[in-house]
C-alpha cells in the first residue's frame, strides 16, 4: 500500500543589497525568468505596494509607477528619487527574493576645463590597522591607496587626518560622471557606504580659451 504523497512548495528566500545613486536611471540587478510570473512590492508598515508585474517576458509598472518605470524585459526605473529607498519583495513564480534599497546622495562638485577639481572623502582612522582606500568611476578603478604599501603621494596624510579627498590637477570633459570613495579592510574587503561625489566638467567660454592660449604662448616651448 502506497503512502500519501505529501507535496511542499519551497521558496528559496534570498536577501540583496542595492545602492543606486540619486537622479540616476536604476536596473534591479535581480529578474524573473521569461516564463515566470512575478512581481515587485514594495514592504510598507501598513502591508505591500505592489510597483510592477512580470508576464510574458516583459515587465509592466504598476498604476502609482506608470511614469517611472519602463515597461521593458527588466525593471528599470526612469529617475531614482530618494524615497524609493527600501525595501522590495520579488516574487517569480515560487521562488522570493528581498532586496534593500539604499539611495545614496551625492556631493556636486562643478568645475571648468583645465581646472583643478577636488572630490571629497573622509573616514575615520583611528584604530592601528591597515587603511585602505578605493576610488571607482563606471565599476572602475580610478585610484587606490594603502597605508602600508604607499607613503609617496598626497593621500598618504590621509591616515592621520581622515581625508582621502581625490585631487585632479586637471579636469577633462570626459572627466565628469559618479565617483565612488570606499573603505576597504585588511582583507580588501569594501566597508560601509561609499561616499559619492558627482563631478560636472563645464566648457570653457571662447574668452577663456583665449586667454589660456596667450598665457601658454608667453610661456614658450
Same mark, same amino acid.
Given at each position: ?41 514594495? &514592504? ?7 510597483? &510592477? ?63 583643478? =577639481? ?14 585602505? =582606500? ?21 593621500? =598618504? ?65
Amino acid at each position: 500500500m502506497l503512502g500519501s504523497l505529501l507535496v511542499v512548495a519551497v521558496f528559496t528566500r534570498l536577501s540583496a543589497d542595492v545602492q543606486p545613486v540619486l537622479g540616476n536611471s536604476f536596473t534591479f540587478p535581480q529578474n524573473c525568468k521569461n516564463d515566470e510570473e512575478g512581481k515587485l512590492l514594495r &514592504a510598507e508598515p501598513h502591508g505591500e505596494v505592489e510597483v &510592477a508585474v512580470h508576464q510574458r517576458g516583459v515587465w509592466a509598472p504598476a498604476r502609482g509607477y506608470r511614469h517611472r518605470i519602463l515597461q521593458s524585459s527588466s525593471i528599470l526605473f526612469r529617475r531614482i528619487f530618494y524615497n524609493d529607498s527600501g525595501v522590495y519583495v520579488l516574487r517569480c513564480g515560487s521562488r522570493e527574493m528581498r532586496i534593500q534599497v539604499k539611495v545614496l546622495v551625492p556631493f556636486n562638485v562643478t568645475v571648468k576645463e583645465g581646472e583643478k =577639481a577636488t572630490l571629497p572623502c573622509y573616514f575615520p582612522t583611528t584604530s592601528k590597522k591597515t587603511v585602505s =582606500a578605493r576610488w571607482e568611476m563606471n565599476q572602475q578603478v580610478v585610484f587606490e591607496w594603502n597605508s602600508c604599501t604607499d607613503k609617496s603621494n598626497g593621500t =598618504a596624510d590621509g591616515r592621520l587626518s581622515g581625508d582621502f579627498s581625490l585631487k585632479l590637477r586637471q579636469a577633462r570633459k570626459e572627466d565628469h560622471g559618479d565617483y565612488f570613495c570606499y573603505k576597504q579592510n585588511e582583507d580588501g574587503e569594501k566597508e560601509g557606504d561609499p561616499s559619492v561625489v558627482r563631478l560636472k566638467v563645464k566648457k570653457r567660454g571662447r574668452d577663456q580659451q583665449r586667454r589660456r592660449r596667450k598665457r601658454d604662448n608667453r610661456r614658450g616651448p
